[in-house]
C-alpha cells in the first residue's frame, strides 16, 4: 500500500437509508441502515488509525437520520469530492449471495473513472473477505445519477436475506473487514489515478 498522492483527495462515503427509512431488513433481523453506518463509521475510524488520515474522508450521516437523496448529491458538490462510494446491502426473494458494485449508466467524463474505482472495491472485498463476486452493474439510481461530477458508486456490501452474509455483519470484527475492504478499494483505485 503506498501513498503518493499530491493533495489529500476528498472522499465521502454515502451511508444509505437512515432514520425511518431502514433499507432492508435481514433474515435475522439486523437493518441495513444499521449495518451501512456501522461500516462508514469504521471506515472513518481506519483511515485515522491505519492511514493516519491520508485521505478527507466525509460520510453523508453520522449517526441515524434520514438525509435526501439530492442533499447527498449535493454534499459531495459542495466538498469537491474526488470520490463517491454509496454503501447499500442487498435484498432478494430468491436465493441470492455476494458482492455487486453499481455505477451510472449513463457515459459521461467520469464513466471510466467509476468503472476502474468500482473494480478496486469489488476487487479488495471478494478477494480478501471470500464474498461472492457479482460483479460491476449499470443502473440510473438517483444517488449516482445526481453525481456524475466525480467517480462515482453505489456498493452493495452482500444480501442481509442470505443467513451467512446477515449474520457476518452482526461480528464487529467483521465489520471492520467490511471497512478495511471498501477503504483498500478506494486506495487502491487512488494509486492507479496518480
Known amino acids: 500500500m503506498c501513498f503518493i498522492f499530491g493533495q489529500q ?16 431488513i435481514g433474515v435475522n433481523g439486523v437493518s441495513e441502515k444499521d449495518v451501512v453506518l456501522d461500516v462508514g463509521l469504521e471506515i472513518l475510524r481506519l483511515n485515522k488509525t491505519v492511514l493516519d488520515n491520508k485521505l ?8 441515524d437520520t434520514l438525509i435526501s437523496l439530492t442533499n447527498r448529491s449535493k454534499l459531495t458538490k459542495n466538498l469537491k469530492a474526488d470520490v463517491f462510494v454509496s454503501l447499500h446491502c ?3 426473494n430468491l436465493p441470492s449471495k ?12 467520469n464513466t471510466k473513472k467509476s468503472i476502474a474505482l468500482s473494480i478496486a472495491v469489488l476487487d479488495e472485498s471478494t478477494q480478501k473477505l471470500g464474498f461472492k463476486k457479482r460483479g460491476v452493474k449499470f443502473a440510473n439510481f438517483q444517488v449516482l445519477r445526481e453525481t456524475t461530477f466525480c467517480p462515482a458508486i453505489l456498493v452493495e456490501l452482500g444480501f442481509v ?6 449474520d ?10 467490511m471497512a478495511l475492504a471498501v477503504l483498500l478499494g478506494i486506495t487502491n483505485y487512488l494509486n492507479t489515478r496518480l
Open 9 to 24: 483527495k476528498v472522499i465521502v462515503i454515502d451511508v444509505g437509508h437512515g432514520g425511518i427509512d431502514s433499507g432492508a
Open 161 to 166: 436475506t442470505n443467513l451467512d452474509e446477515a
Open 56 to 63: 478527507d474522508i466525509y460520510l453523508t450521516r453520522y449517526k
Open 90 to 92: 442487498n435484498a432478494s
Open 98 to 109: 455476494g458482492i455487486e458494485v453499481y455505477v451510472h449508466n449513463w457515459n459521461n467524463q
Open 168 to 177: 457476518y455483519f452482526l461480528k464487529s470484527q467483521n465489520i471492520r473487514a
